[in-house]
């Protein structure tokens, strides 16, 4: 089975019916300091793709973080904004909708030609296909209900469910050469109505080569200290990592520009989908997550052999 990777080349929305938690932060409002959840607008705000929360009363003038980056010892993060969190592959977080279809709309342009939908739940995928009219002149349906989606990979086990109502699904879509603007739209789960999704990455598919043999996951946990924005202090935690480990077959003649493109993939967090047959029965076994080695080892005339491991971020 081949393996290729997707980099996020989305960075925003040309429209969503989502609806943040809070109200963007305005610099003339007096923000007061709320103690414990539920927060309320009146001491949390949006701001620049992320939910604050006041440290004080009387917060007036103090923005949260300039355009230069700093940030304001008058408020403290509490997590990506409801959309933004789809587009931050780094946040373990998901953005929800209740009593309606999710739906995302984004500019098409050419570095978009592969969409990779990550752990959402719902009934069907629809991809919506617009001119500059923004008529529709394509549509693609995916239905999760349908018996070629019996067997579906859960996240959180890996075991095979068929339980199609309540598993997080991932699916990688080839987009067609057509439109300038992509329509997405998850359609709610009929037994909770709701929809979610982790990520959604948009991108160009990079194919890395062929994986040889089996792919083996390693669990681990490690030590770590991480502000705890309800109890306003620093606690230890845990934090727990699943590695993947797979070996590449790649042509000769490709090595090296195979090489360059993993030293450039440990920069940041890339879609790695280490099954991108249109058949596969393991959802494309989408990983999201960092490169951490990428070393040649054995080989023949024709092919080397390229040790691969990816830590998953979330």
Same mark, same amino acid.
């Given at each position: ?120 739940? $719902? @009934? *069907?995928? =629809? ?10 002149? !394509? /549509?693609?349906?995916?239905?999760? %209900? ?115 493109? $993993? @030293? *450039?993939? =440990? ?10 047959? !249109? /058949?596969?029965?393991?959802?494309? %076994? ?29």
């Amino acid at each position: 089975m081949g393996a290729s990777v997707v980099s996020q080349e989305l960075s925003s929305f040309t429209y969503s019916n989502v609806t943040e938690l809070y109200n963007q932060w305005l610099p003339g409002v007096t923000y007061s300091f709320e103690e414990s959840e539920p927060y309320t607008s009146a001491g949390a705000v949006l701001h620049r793709n992320f939910y604050w929360r006041s440290t004080s009363s009387s917060n007036i003038g103090n923005e949260p973080l300039d355009e230069d980056g700093n940030k304001s010892s008058e408020w403290i993060v509490l997590a990506p904004a409801n959309l933004s969190s789809i587009l931050d592959l780094s946040s373990n977080s998901k953005c929800t909708i209740s009593g309606e279809d999710l739906i995302l709309e984004f500019t098409k342009t050419y570095k978009i030609q592969t969409l990779v939908v990550g752990r959402f739940m $719902g @009934e *069907e995928i =629809k991809v919506e296909y617009l001119n500059e009219s923004d008529t529709v002149i !394509d /549509t693609e349906t995916y239905d999760y %209900f349908s018996e070629q989606f019996n067997n579906v990979i859960d996240d959180i086990t890996y075991d095979y469910s068929e339980l199609q109502d309540v598993v997080n699904r991932n699916k990688l879509i080839r987009l067609q050469f057509m439109g300038s603007k992509i329509r997405l739209t998850l359609k709610r789960n009929s037994t909770t109505d709701t929809a979610y999704i982790s990520f959604l990455t948009a991108g160009t598919e990079y194919e890395l080569g062929t994986i040889e043999g089996s792919i083996d996951r390693t669990d681990s946990s490690y030590a770590d200290r991480e502000y705890n924005a309800i109890l306003g202090t620093t606690i230890d935690t845990t934090i727990l990592s699943q590695s993947y480990s797979f070996s590449l077959l790649i042509q000769r003649g490709n090595q090296q520009e195979i090489k360059r493109k $993993g @030293e *450039e993939l =440990k920069q940041k967090t890339n879609t790695y989908i280490l099954d991108n047959r !249109d /058949t596969s029965e393991f959802e494309n %076994f989408i990983v999201l997550g960092k490169l951490t080695s990428a070393g040649d080892s054995t080989g023949n005339a024709d092919y080397i052999i390229a040790k691969w491991t990816v830590e998953e971020s979330i």
